[in-house]
């Protein structure tokens, strides 16, 4: 009995602690880029962090806090796509940039990268971003 | 003469047709000149060569995809280039009707050095899985357009700074398809998890305090009815009497035996046996015989008991005995409840 409820206790406690972790967890890529990054500029909800980091660096720390809904790449940066933000890690110096927006401005001022894969108004990538060829199983 | 143009024409389009080096089996051509574009830029920027090879088995029909800085069909080995990093894939799609799985792998070449397929893979962006699945081109293209990333990151080329295009640029354009809440996407699996832990605990907790207090339960089959014979045989003793109280067995007292002689009401009629029939003139009553001393050798003689004229027949112990003792007191009547007098205690008028 004592020992049937010291078990069944401690899968409450392992639930509640999982729950607790769940529900207290950085959720907010603004919130973390506010806790590790220093602010240079910011202009409404557009915010630039910078980094001494390579934007690899970046990108991987940002993906493992705070995990995008989609990810594009391209030669001149890493581009994460949140619920409501975007961000852009791009190269500068020897360190990064990361420029956060919200949906609609980084959606504009990402346009070259990311039209057509998360919204209207482009061309390229399109094909690309549509499926597969589904020969597949 | 004729035929001769026949085969010419046909080794022209032969000739003509783009062979198993076009990228159709991965990405619609337009996507394959994009990409091709984009690591132009870079090569141009980098003095770095980028390309991809990926070679499909098409359930068993050799192809392949590809690209590089040169365009689209066109290796880096094909270009004169002093650093090269290329994505080479594998893939083999099995038909449906096959029992073995799709299988997938893929490296990154890098030369004379740069980044690895470590690297590659610690950005997520491409794994077996994608190149076995229905979105493959749309992963290559993100892990191909990314080697110019990696490059930089491994030192072996300047990296390409960009900023934010204006946006008078995206002019109409706008975001679709909501990607969902950071929240569930990120914390989803976990509540899950902590939603069963805690149930589970739960009902275990529930279970354990259930099955404890549950009884040890003793499985009974019934009441166990006596049963009493109809029919006594002389020679019956009860074992428990005798083995108990030998000495009241052999010399029972005789107001002991009046108690324990039931009533007739109570107790159903037995046989005598045949030589315990008394007389007539003294009958027997019907249950005079208790069962303690139902045995003949133990049965004892009253002294009240005349000298029979059959002294061999063992005495009864309630002849005359029954008649002489006296009469049982009547069982006390039971309490009338209050406002109700006994019928047979009430006056008569």
């Known amino acids: 009995m004592r020992t049937k409820l010291l078990i069944a206790g401690g899968l409450g406690a392992v639930g509640l602690i999982v729950l607790l972790f769940a529900l207290i967890g950085n959720h907010s890529v603004r919130g973390y880029l506010d806790d590790n990054y220093k602010r240079v500029s910011s202009n409404g909800n557009s915010v630039v962090y910078a980094s001494d980091q390579k934007p690899t660096a970046v990108y991987e720390s940002m993906r493992s806090a705070v995990s995008p809904a989609d990810v594009q790449t391209d030669p001149e940066g890493y581009f994460l ?42 061309g390229l990538g399109e094909g690309v971003r549509g499926g597969g060829p589904g020969a597949g199983k | 003469m004729r035929r001769l143009l026949v085969v010419s024409a046909a080794l022209l389009m032969v000739v003509g047709i783009p062979g198993v080096a076009s990228a159709d089996v991965i990405f619609d051509q337009a996507d394959a000149d994009e990409l091709a574009a984009t690591l132009t830029e870079a090569y141009e920027a980098q003095n770095v060569c980028y390309g991809w090879l990926i070679t499909v088995d098409n359930e068993g029909v050799p192809q392949e995809s590809v690209g590089s800085n040169f365009g689209a069909g066109t290796r880096i080995t094909q270009g004169d280039c002093a650093k090269s990093v290329e994505l ?36 997520d962006l491409l794994s077996e899985d994608d190149l076995t699945g229905d979105d493959v081109d749309a992963a290559v293209y993100k892990a191909v357009a990314a080697l110019p990333l990696l490059a930089a990151d491994a030192g072996v080329a300047s990296p390409i700074e960009a900023s934010p295009a204006p946006e008078s640029e995206a002019s109409g354009a706008a975001p679709t398809n909501s990607p969902g809440s950071d929240f569930w996407r990120e914390s989803g699996m976990m509540l899950l998890w902590g939603a069963l832990l805690l149930l589970a605990g739960a ?6 305090i259930k099955t404890s207090r549950r009884p040890a339960r003793r499985r009974t089959i019934g009441p ?15 074992a428990e009497e005798a083995a108990v109280d030998p000495v009241a067995f052999a010399a029972p007292d005789p107001a002991a035996e009046q108690k324990s002689t039931p009533s007739p009401a109570a107790e159903p009629p037995v046989a005598s046996p045949p030589a315990a029939r008394k007389p007539e003139a003294a009958p027997e009553p019907p249950s005079a015989r208790p069962k303690s001393t139902a045995s003949p050798a133990a049965e004892p003689e009253p002294a009240a008991e005349p000298p029979s004229a059959e002294p061999a027949e063992p005495a009864k112990p309630d002849d005359g005995n029954t008649a002489e003792a006296p009469p049982e007191p009547p069982a006390q009547p039971a309490e009338p409840p209050p406002g109700k007098p006994d019928p047979e205690t009430r006056p008569e008028s």
Do not use: N
């Open chain 2, 224 to 238: 166990v009815q006596e049963q009493i014979p109809d029919t006594v045989p002389p020679e019956w003793t009860p």
């Open chain 2, 203 to 208: 009902v275990f907790a529930w279970y354990a």
């Open chain 1, 81 to 122: 796509r949140y619920s409501d933000d975007i961000v852009g890690i791009t190269a500068s110096g020897t360190g990064s940039r990361i420029y956060v927006d919200d949906e609609r401005h980084g959606y504009a001022h990402w346009f070259p990268f990311v039209a057509g894969v998360w919204g209207t108004g482009g």
């Open chain 2, 88 to 123: 080479q894939a594998s893939v083999s799609w099995t038909p449906e009707s096959s029992e073995s799985e799709d299988s997938a792998s893929y490296t990154v070449v890098s030369t004379p050095g740069g980044p690895t397929t470590e690297d590659l893979e610690d950005l």
